[in-house]
């Protein structure tokens, strides 16, 4: 069984919790995802050109810390609706992780089957640590190397064991219209599929976590001052820049 695209809020939940990911129905606007869809490729043309290219998997490149690459990604990572499914999956004050982008290239292999918290040593909590999203800046499509995933996996709350063959578990994949979204389960099971198109397949991954889990990027670092001055209050949280509970304290209890 799998998740429907859907602009249903419950629909999506549901999707979540029984299979493990959702699959969101154009949560952008037209123009607005096309302007996400252009910076991203202009980005990674120009990381290409000057030779700062991630390249890697025969023919696949990642494009790294986008919130320091253009204003129009800012608007993907605190989108409502994704954000409203994140707290279901994360709960309260949760945090933006990273936000980068894999794009699938052509002769692209497929990346081994994994879930996103395997930096957790096991048993895991009965509950996720990280949530990711997928905004598919493509039709993603079998051929074209739609991520793939086993539906229902989260819920065996660990990673595959490679030692028993399950890194060679059947895995279906994901196929759904350009400006679509999906949101995955940390312990899902997943991976990139290979890209035998002659057309890459470009995604942004913008990837969260609990608030008292260590985010993969670190903001407070990398950032770069006008990002973070530039930030609402809202964007500051997400990014880490306010105490949870007491973790993340900058001066006694402030
Ligand atoms: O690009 C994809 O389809 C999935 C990427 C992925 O699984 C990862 O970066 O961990």
Request: net charge negative; charged share 20%; proline share 6%.
């Amino acid at each position: 069984m799998n998740a429907t695209l859907t602009g249903n809020q419950s629909q999506a939940v549901q999707d979540l919790r029984e299979f493990g990911y959702c699959l969101l129905e154009n949560p952008l606007p037209p123009a607005e995802f096309e302007r996400l869809r252009d910076r991203l490729l202009e980005v990674a043309e120009q990381e290409r050109k000057d030779g700062t290219a991630f390249l890697y998997d025969g023919g696949n490149q990642r494009v790294f810390s986008l919130l320091n690459k253009g204003e129009e990604f800012e608007r993907s990572v605190r989108h409502p609706a994704v954000l409203e499914l994140m707290e279901e999956v994360l709960g309260f004050n949760f945090l933006l992780s990273s936000t980068h982008a894999n794009i699938a290239g052509p002769g692209g292999t497929a990346m081994n089957v994994h879930a996103d918290q395997t930096f957790a040593r096991p048993p895991w909590p009965p509950y996720a640590l990280v949530a990711n999203s997928m905004w598919m800046l493509d039709d993603f499509t079998e051929s074209n190397g739609a991520t793939r995933l086993v539906p229902g996996t989260h819920l065996l709350g660990r990673q595959p064991d490679y030692a028993r063959g399950e890194g060679d578990v059947e895995t279906v994949p994901v196929c759904a219209p350009a400006g679509s979204v999906m949101i995955f389960d940390g312990r899902l099971w997943h991976q990139t599929g290979a890209n035998t198109t002659d057309r890459p397949r470009h995604g942004i991954l913008n990837y969260y976590c609990r608030g008292y889990v260590r985010q993969q990027q670190n903001f407070h670092l990398g950032l770069s001052p006008e990002v973070v001055g530039r930030s609402t209050p809202a964007m500051k949280r997400l990014l880490g820049f306010e105490n949870y509970f007491s973790l993340g304290l900058a001066d006694g209890l402030e």
